[in-house]
């Protein structure tokens, strides 16, 4: 079956620090990549997505690039602030069929502490 | 409309008794999913509509579980004799897209926290 592994948190970062979280994951297809954030008390939002082998994902200062030969979609950002203190989760979800649904299968989240 | 929306958003109940938890999606959007995530965890998967049809059930949705979407708009899932374990958070998203497409993005509401006490 499909499965996400991401790094476990939390993650303390300076302000302005460079930030990285792994993620890795099991698929039996073609999956589209994803990238959900989740801030204290709410629901998830999605950060950004890759849908193909060397696609590029990028929000908000944040990038994460769809490796399929190290099955692989880390989340990089180059100075986190304050505000990006948050749970991160990653998840795929199966290249649809026709006559079924696909649905996201996420990792078990990954919390970000940034502190000043 | 600007996204999902669902309510309650906090629900407080004894173990025993009875839930219900409504979910508005995106307008226009055919598909509607539930989620349950539990402190610590990521979402997991419960069930799927494809506008009223339910067309795909988890191994975690019990039989005191059911969730219904009359007319293909707003959804309920309903919890018949809550337990403890049952407490989480219940997050409903929708989007839209027929069978060949995909990547298309699920877009996810601010969820229903249950706790069973």
């Known amino acids: 079956g499909n499965s996400v592994t991401q790094m476990e948190g939390p993650v303390t970062l300076s302000e302005e620090a460079f930030l990285t979280i792994n993620c890795t994951y099991t698929?039996?297809?073609?999956?589209?990549l994803f990238w959900y954030v989740q801030y204290p008390g709410e629901g998830l939002q999605l950060l950004l997505k890759a849908t193909k082998a060397d696609d590029k994902g990028s929000n908000k200062g944040f990038e994460a690039t769809y490796r399929k030969e190290t099955t692989s979609f880390h989340l990089e950002k180059g100075s986190v602030q304050v505000s990006d203190s948050a749970v991160y989760f990653c998840a795929l979800r199966e290249r649809e069929t026709t006559g079924t649904a696909s649905k996201l299968t996420f990792g078990t989240g990954t919390r970000l502490q940034v502190t000043l | 409309d600007t996204g999902v929306s669902q309510d309650p958003r906090h629900k407080i109940t004894k173990r025993g008794q009875n839930v219900t938890f409504r979910c508005d999606p995106i307008?226009?959007?055919?598909?509607l999913y539930w989620y349950r995530q539990t402190l610590g965890q990521g979402p997991e998967f419960l069930t799927y509509?494809?506008?009223?049809?339910?067309?795909?059930k988890s191994r975690l949705l019990s039989d005191r579980f059911s969730a219904e979407r009359p007319k293909g708009s707003f959804s309920t899932l309903e919890i018949q004799r809550t337990e403890q374990g049952d407490s989480a958070m219940y997050l409903c998203?929708?989007?839209?897209?027929?069978?060949?497409?995909?990547?298309?993005?699920?877009?996810f509401g601010e969820g229903s926290w249950l706790t069973v006490v």
């Open positions: 998203a929708s989007s839209f897209g027929g069978w060949t497409l995909s990547g298309n993005t699920i877009y």
């Open positions: 307008s226009e959007h055919n598909r």
């Open positions: 698929a039996t297809g073609y999956p589209s």
């Open positions: 509509f494809q506008n009223e049809a339910q067309l795909e």
